[in-house]
């Protein structure tokens, strides 16, 4: 199994990024997939997710305050983080992440990638 991230990058405060996640080597449509975030210093925090089946829909962490939009693409092994709005406290290295549990992070998880948020 592969997790691998892409799309961050440098942005400038009430920019746009978006994060993609391509997972290889499970049957993607039966996963959830979630993002996490980990700031220096300080420790990982749930972003939001988008669930397997049957219904695929997405939820988010308090912060995110309809900032942020979670999709997937079943065709394409694919998870999307739109982010908007983007603040300096949203800089921290994102990770994706994919399981079967509901309740829980899933045992597969990304090397993660870089947003900063700075003028």
């Known amino acids: 199994v592969q997790v691998v991230e892409s799309g961050g990058g440098l942005v400038q405060p009430g920019g746009s990024l978006r994060l993609s996640c391509l997972v290889s080597?499970?049957?993607?449509?039966?996963?959830?997939l979630r993002w996490y975030r980990q700031a220096p210093g300080k420790e990982r925090e749930f972003v939001g997710g988008?669930?397997?089946?049957?219904?695929?829909?997405?939820y988010y962490g308090d912060f995110v305050k309809g900032r942020f939009t979670i999709s997937r693409d079943n065709t394409k092994s694919m998870c999307y983080l739109q982010m908007n709005s983007l603040k300096p406290d949203d800089t921290a290295v994102y990770f994706c992440?994919?399981?079967?549990?509901?309740?829980?992070?899933?045992?597969?998880w990304g090397q993660g990638t870089q947003v900063t948020v700075s003028s």
């Open positions: 080597g499970l049957p993607f449509s039966r996963y959830h």
């Open positions: 988008i669930w397997g089946p049957p219904n695929f829909a997405p």
């Open positions: 992440n994919a399981g079967r549990s509901g309740s829980s992070p899933g045992p597969y």
